[in-house]
């Protein structure tokens, strides 16, 4: 249900009047979703990097299971890093500090079906 304009104006007054309040701020962005999606991001970057070079070095020392474990290693972290920016691309709130997306419901990914549903609605009438 969209807000009414009064709402809107409303709402944009309280998130400009917390978004000056240093402090509420400060609070507000240690808890901010793409700071965690950035730091999950980076750590899954070390890890693919770290079994990569583990794969490289069991392949020097010919052992076998060491190469499993670091492809293993590898794979886990690329899944946890895609998990990751999946889940920080779905967050609703972003920050307060001004940077919030209204349209963050719209830009929403629709499913297939929505996507197809769309199309046939906006196709080309041709009579043939």
């Known amino acids: 249900m969209p807000l ?3 709402e809107q104006r409303l709402f ?4 400009r009047s917390l978004a000056e309040d240093p402090k509420f ?3 507000v962005r240690a808890t901010d979703p793409r700071f965690h999606v950035r730091r ?3 750590l899954a970057g070390v890890f693919v990097v770290a079994g990569l070079v583990l794969v490289i070095f069991a392949v020097s020392i010919n052992q076998v299971l060491l190469g499993v474990a670091g492809f293993l290693l590898m794979l886990g972290a ?3 890093g895609l998990t990751s920016l999946r889940r920080g691309r779905g967050a609703e709130l972003r920050a307060v500090d001004g940077t919030a997306s209204r ?3 719209a830009r929403r990914r629709s499913s297939f079906i929505d996507r ?3 199309r046939w609605r906006q ?3 041709d009579n043939r």
């Open 78 to 80: 690329a899944v946890f």
């Open 103 to 105: 349209s963050t419901a």
């Open 12 to 15: 944009e007054q309280i998130e």
């Open 123 to 125: 196709r080309p009438e």
């Open 40 to 42: 999950r991001l980076i």
């Open 25 to 27: 701020a400060s609070a």
């Open 4 to 6: 009414s304009e009064h």
């Open 116 to 118: 197809l549903e769309e």
